[in-house]
DNA sequence: CGTAAAATAGCACGATCGTTCGTTCTATTG
DNA sequence: CAATAGAACGAACGATCGTGCTATTTTACG
């Protein structure tokens, strides 16, 4: 069926890892990955692992970027499928709602913005980049629903955009600390009052 | 002046480790934390700066609490001085703001929340209990504003200290990834529509 | 001043860290 | 079959980790 164009096979390996490394990340965060104990998982020897990136920096940045990829194909694409506008942001927000539900234990990007903020570095400079571009589509799907008019057309794009953030921060920070039922309650109860505000 | 009433001289060292491990905890969060480097900070020896904990759970529990200190006499202490009702609830939240701004390289205690959220410990027991105690005074300065007829008699109080929460932990974000001065001004916005959409 | 107690230093331990190196195994290719 | 490239292993490295122990120094008190 799914022929591999490349030949690699121990590129599935790599792949393995980066499930392993996902999931530890979540609960750890990527500055609590360890290569020794990945391998472990994994059920290689630790130069096995290593290879496989060259470096933990690498590795970080890999599980970043595979974490941003799942991210972008559980909460963007699926709701591609709504129409442009209110419907299409409104399937966001509840894509991104259930994404939270499933990480409740940890969410690797959120986690590591909190890791990276203060420092410098590639991991800062990728978690920024990968932040700017979520901030960036949300934005997108704003003017589109501001230009189809279920926004009023004065909408300030980036403050909805940031509103929106805030409150999906928000969930993560009470799902985790008080539990997602009654934090999900609470998000959806400030949604429909925010989509009212901004309403035409 | 001030005379110690207990003898403990030393405490002030523990006090001047406890000043260090907080600033080292701001970046690299309470799991970064390493006796030795903190030993290196303060100029004494590890087993020097151990004694004083007995551990480095300990350790990182002290600075918790430390930082939870620092947070209430930075943000609630002087908003107490504010007339009861929205006055002092914009006074919270005007303190809060400005504690973001002096903490935009990174808060501990949300750097806390983000570590222990998903797992267990005397950690995750602290950082539950503080986050809960500072919703419970958030919904306190609420319902005085319910009652003094400054917010609306139908006012949900959780809810609000929910969205008031969301939009600090938004000011967080958005701060330590692209500059403080952009984050506070949609603050400042969502704030007052905010406080417009529960008034009387 | 002398003495008990507290504070700190020094040293060592087992464990784990990221990383390097050389070797072995496997599979593809000519 | 022989040659070659890739993948994984195993051992070792220097460093750092948290944590015990035992001296030694410093402080507080009678």
Same mark, same amino acid.
């Given at each position: 069926?799914? $022929? ?20 530890? $990340?979540? #609960? ?20 096995? #692992? ?26 963007? #694409? ?17 894509? =991104?709602?259930? =994404? ?29 980049? !990968? !932040?700017?571009? =979520? ?23 980036? !403050? ?26 609470? #998000?959806?109860? $400030? ?6 505000? =901004?309403?035409?």
């Amino acid at each position: 069926m799914t $022929a591999t164009p490349t030949p690699a096979k121990g590129l599935a390996t790599r792949e393995l890892i980066l499930e392993h490394a996902y999931e530890r $990340a979540r #609960v750890g965060g990527l500055e609590g990955l360890s290569i020794g104990t990945l391998a472990t998982d994994v059920g290689m020897s630790k130069s096995g #692992v290593f290879a496989h990136f060259g470096s933990r920096e690498d590795l970080q940045l890999a599980v970043l970027d595979a974490a941003a990829r799942r991210f972008m194909a559980h909460v963007l #694409v699926p709701a591609l499928s709504a129409p442009r506008g209110l419907p299409r942001l409104r399937a966001i927000v509840a894509q =991104w709602c259930e =994404w939270g539900r499933m990480h409740t234990s940890g969410c690797v990007l959120l986690t590591a913005a909190g890791e990276y903020d203060g420092r410098e570095g590639p991991l800062h400079d990728a978690v920024v980049a !990968q !932040q700017a571009g =979520w901030r960036g589509e949300l934005e997108k799907g704003i003017a589109q629903a501001v230009a189809a008019g279920h926004l009023r057309a004065d909408t300030d794009a980036p !403050q909805l955009a940031f509103e929106i953030y805030a409150l999906m921060l928000g969930l993560h920070h009470d799902a985790g600390l008080f539990g997602f039922e009654q934090a999900i309650g609470r #998000v959806h109860a $400030a949604f429909e009052r925010l989509w009212r505000s =901004w309403q035409p």
